[in-house]
């Protein structure tokens, strides 16, 4: 076999000196025993039937996963350089690919132009080189399965920064005075420097490599809250995720940047593995990945994001939080003539008889966002159906209604915890064109995590695991006790949004937005925040987003402490100086605006013995319900809410419990004073340490008060 031999020619490559005569004989002999190959395997092609019809293609040598050599088919775009070079008013995309194709040195460059032919090329290619491998059981169709590097498997929030010229742009007065250990929020680095250290990395970084170019649009194109991207990539993994996630990848987005010119955001990535480097065959070769130099920097001033050495989808899918959160934050605070807001928050539509309302709502990640956007009601009712699980983007429209898209285009959902149980609508929907990664399989095809709701014989059904371990069972142990899990707590499954059964199709398809009725905050409680409150006006209500706090999650691979702060469930994802962020809130309250009714619920309160109080999942709706009515109400005492310290709780009665038992509701609803009093110590030491003199003034005053109407409440 020639591509064994090649095999063995790169192997024997390591050892020799790097020049010499030896060498240079071994990779002449290469070159012709390649050169060969490929004529041959041109031939062949030629001369079969092509699978897939009316697209030209081009050969091309790979490594696959085991590091050997390997001829494939490849498609040619129907997009090149030259095009664009020759399109005037697209001569800033053309000269952005340009720039990185001689920094990165790769060996091509491929303009995706979003076709069918191209996804299923491109599915081919990923399964001949071990990036990705078919999930064949027959209940699944065109799903796959990939397996990250162990040492690439969540966001870097320590490795991620924003940058620009002062810091005080990016690091509100009160962290500035803070040891960096200390601080929390955005990392700032100055744009020099920071492109001192990306140049070291992406020289030449995707040598022997394809760079694909990835042109996309957050938000239905021709939507005046949509905006354009475009990324270049070496991870044909991140291309076909990124068809899941965005809207009109290829010449759908490319027709529409020759209106706007350079209106795009310029998005660079690379896994940092060029071909011949000599850490190449790392602990998993199909994952190239650079752990230990990974380094994602966004530019808001130039409208740009640069991510180097990871492969996971947080870190690469640069559409995702890195645009549609981090930078889009910014820009839409920058946004003078109209300001928006970028906002990590599901929406989802909630319909009783003829009525309907919208809710926006803000969970830390995997706290539940995707169960609750796609929840089958208790309650039968009440109808829920899904506009997005996790970004919104807001603007307020001339009528003064606030409204909101999703940006995205499909979910990027947390696999463990997902269930028949727990959302019957996800597990449904992952079975079609759906791309897993890091959950484990069995030996019948199928995908597994712990807990997704199936009766498993393991003593006949063979599991092997995320890492690849063999035969895994529920009590599983490593050689120092600890237990080993079939998935990664951070296990993920991107899938496109069409295949959601409840999807609020009128609300997806919106340019407009829809019109926000309601925002929820929420997190991990144990005690103190009870199930559902509301805010007494507005201000209040920011006041209950600037002070969220919840237990941590596996979504972030370096967050060490329990209970962890974090403002507007948006921590991870400030864009700019936190402070101007709270204060961009506190300015959405103007005359003739009709502002939302904002809540906060904790669905996660627990007993003595840490079992859960409340039963959660579909009995949700019954506290939607008791929102959805407030709604409806002024915003004071009434039949249905009285007032409390921290605001208006459901008087007793006021939630519809009929169908439930041995459900604590006094407990659930109880403010406890003293409880309190330690929150808001903790939430005011974290406030005026991280934000200083940039914590708004309202902000201090709200703080104030609710500090006396605690101790008012003896």
Known sequence: SRYFILSEFDSLLKGLAPAGPATEFVQTMASIIRSRSLARYSSLLSRSSPRIPQQSFHVRTIRNSHGCWQAVRCLTSSITLDTLEKKPELSSLHSFIQEYKDICKPNEVYICDGSEEELQSLTKHMIDTGVIREITHPSYTNCYLARSDPGDVARVEGKTFVCTAEEEDIIAEGARRLPPGQREGPNWMSERKMDLKMKSRLENCMKDRRMYVIPFSMGKVGSPLAKAGVQVTDSPYVVASMRIMTHGMGNVTIDSLTEKKDDFVRCVHSVGRPMDSKNYYSLLPSWPCDPERVLIAHYPRRRKIVSYGSGYGGNSLLGKKCFALRLASAMGHDDEANPWYAEHMLIMRLEKGDKHKYIAAAFPSACGKTNLAMMEPALKDWKIKCVGDDIAWMRFDKEGNLRAINPENGFFGVAPGTSVKTNPVAMDMIKRDTIFTNVAYTEEGEVFWENMGRDMDFSKVKVITWRGVPYWKPDMKNIDGIPITASHPNSRFCTPLRHCSILDEEGAESTRGVKIDAIIFGGRRRDTVPLVFQSRDWKHGVLMGAS????????????????????????????????????????????????PKIFQVNWFQQDEKKKFTWPGFGDNIRVLDWICQRCDDDVSESAIAHDTPIGFVPRPGAINTTGLSNVPMDKLLNVDRDLWLKELDAVKDYLQKQNGNDLPSELRKQLEQLEKRLQDSW
């Open 548 to 595: 969220m706090r919840s237990q941590a999650t596996a979504a972030a691979a370096d967050v060490k402490s329990d209970i962890r702060s974090d403002p507007f469930a948006m921590l991870p994802f400030f864009g700019y100086n936190v402070g101007n962020y709270f204060q961009h809130w506190l300015n959405m309250e103007q005359p003739g605006r009709n502002l």
